[in-house]
């Protein structure tokens, strides 16, 4: 299995909801990542987990909360967003925290609306 | 991660060769060249690294000047499925814990019959 998988696709939430993003990988990779990616944009750094922990958190909102309950699994629980918070959420994982000699291999994101 | 710069845009005819530029003149000694692509409607997908030497693999080539100072993604014969934007990252040994990948503007590459 080469793949990140993510779920759902898309979303679409009003300002009061709970959701959850959802991402998968089963290559062994110990390093994943969120990426916020606006239209026409690149994709921006959102948070890294290494071997489960959470190693950087790049002034992120509050109301976007990761959570990476084992080695496989990534969520991004989502709280009280606001319209500007509508992107396409890219979930990606490397072999080891540096990925230098690997690259990144992303999902194919989860394209997010707010109502 | 140190800054590269690529052209905005570029065009391409089909099954001709394509040079796609990027210039990384603050490149430090241990910093390692990578190139991804993004098609439409999906994430990134990973193309190439390198770090001194020239590299291929069945995507692409990756020509490294010998100053390490610019580099150039070769895709040998485009096609239509090659029309994606491509980005340039300098990904540094590490710092800290865990490694960034911190994407520029890159190039719109596209490609006509």
């Known amino acids: 299995d080469t793949e990140v998988t993510q779920t759902p696709k898309h979303l679409v939430m009003g300002m009061t909801n709970k959701k959850s993003l959802k991402c998968e990988q089963h290559?062994?990779?110990?390093?994943m990542y969120w990426y916020k990616q606006k239209a026409k944009k690149p994709p921006e750094l959102m948070f890294v987990?290494?071997?489960?922990?959470?190693?950087i958190n790049e002034s992120v909102p509050s109301r976007f909360s990761p959570e990476c309950p084992n080695s496989s699994l990534l969520n991004l629980h989502l709280h009280a967003l606001q319209p500007e918070d509508s992107a396409l959420y890219l979930c990606?994982?490397?072999?080891?925290?540096?990925?230098?000699?690997?690259?990144?291999?992303f999902g194919s994101g989860t394209r997010l609306t707010v109502v | 991660d140190a800054k590269t710069t690529q052209p905005n845009s570029m065009e391409s005819n089909e099954e001709e060769p394509v040079h796609l530029p990027c210039n990384h003149s603050?490149?430090?000694?241990?910093?390692?060249i990578h190139w991804y692509r993004q098609l439409p409607s999906q994430g990134p997908e990973y193309v190439i690294h390198?770090?001194?030497s020239n590299v291929n693999n069945r995507m692409a080539s990756l020509a490294i000047a010998e100053d390490r100072k610019s580099s150039t993604l070769i895709l040998h014969r485009a096609t239509l499925r090659d029309a994606a934007v491509y980005y340039c990252?300098?990904?540094?040994?590490?710092?800290?814990?865990?490694?960034?990948?911190?994407f520029g503007t890159g190039t719109r590459l596209q490609v006509t019959l």
């Open positions: 990606a994982s490397s072999q080891d925290r540096r990925g230098l000699n690997y690259g990144y291999t």
């Open positions: 290559m062994g990779h110990r390093a």
């Open positions: 987990y290494s071997y489960e922990k959470l190693s």
């Open positions: 603050t490149i430090s000694g241990t910093d390692y």
């Open positions: 390198g770090l001194t």
């Open positions: 990252i300098l990904r540094d040994p590490l710092t800290g814990t865990a490694s960034k990948l911190t």
